[in-house]
């Protein structure tokens, strides 16, 4: 399965503080992307990372790549109490399928 | 926010029924894709349309069919209702086929009874 599987199932971090969240895989990928789910709506496009890129920024975002061990991080930096929500990562098969993990619970406590 | 969306917000059906959903994709986008996502778990793949026509189907039955009309808004039609099929359905649209990111709506809650 393609399907991306991230760690930890849940995280509980300090407002200000930085939150890393990671995803392995099994097969090869075009190309792998986070998103952010909050209260069981409609999930946001966070970021695209390339097969071919191993970091990418945007904002207080950070996502690495390391296809040789098929894992991917996303790093949040001086979390805020809005960046509470659910994240996962996908992992794009043909037809832009998108594959997803189970999801991170991130929760920043004021 | 993205341009798409979903109605209903809520629906519940009882075992047995059929239920259409609806949604409208962001304006310009010829693809919309539907998922399923249950309760504490990621989104699943329904199957996803291109220009009326389906390209690609995930792990559902039959009574999981779709439709994509010419103003490239989508129906999900579900047959048969079982009480697993309660879950969040979402769908999310893309520029053009082959486009990897896609633009959610914010699903519609399906409870079946």
């Known amino acids: 399965s393609q399907q991306g599987e991230e760690d930890p199932q849940a995280l509980s971090i300090q407002e200000g503080e930085n939150a890393t969240m990671n995803c392995s895989y099994k097969t090869s990928i075009n190309n792998l992307q986070w998103y952010r789910q909050n209260s069981g709506r409609g999930l946001v496009h966070l970021i695209l990372?390339?097969?071919?890129?191993r970091e990418k920024h945007s904002g207080r975002l950070r996502v690495t790549l390391d296809t040789s061990k098929k894992s991917s991080s996303l790093l949040i930096t001086a979390s805020r109490a809005a960046d509470t929500a659910s994240y996962f990562c996908?992992?794009?098969?043909?037809?832009?399928?998108?594959?997803f993990g189970k999801g991170i619970t991130l929760s920043v406590r004021p | 926010e993205t341009g798409v969306t979903q109605s209903p917000t809520h629906l519940i059906k009882t075992r047995g029924q059929q239920v259409t959903l609806r949604c409208s994709s962001q304006s310009g986008h010829n693809t919309v894709s539907w998922y399923q996502q249950a309760l504490g778990q990621g989104p699943q793949f329904i199957f996803q349309y291109y220009r009326e026509e389906e390209n690609g189907r995930g792990n559902f039955p039959p009574r999981f069919s779709g439709l994509q009309f010419p103003n490239y808004s989508s129906e999900l039609n579900v047959n048969a209702l079982e009480l697993d099929d309660s879950a969040l359905y979402l769908c999310?649209?893309?520029?053009?086929?082959?486009?990897?990111?896609?633009?959610f709506g914010p699903g519609t809650r399906l409870t079946v009874l």
């Open positions: 990372i390339r097969s071919n890129e």
């Open positions: 999310a649209s893309s520029l053009f086929i082959g486009t990897d990111t896609q633009y």
């Open positions: 996908a992992i794009t098969g043909a037809n832009s399928k998108l594959t």
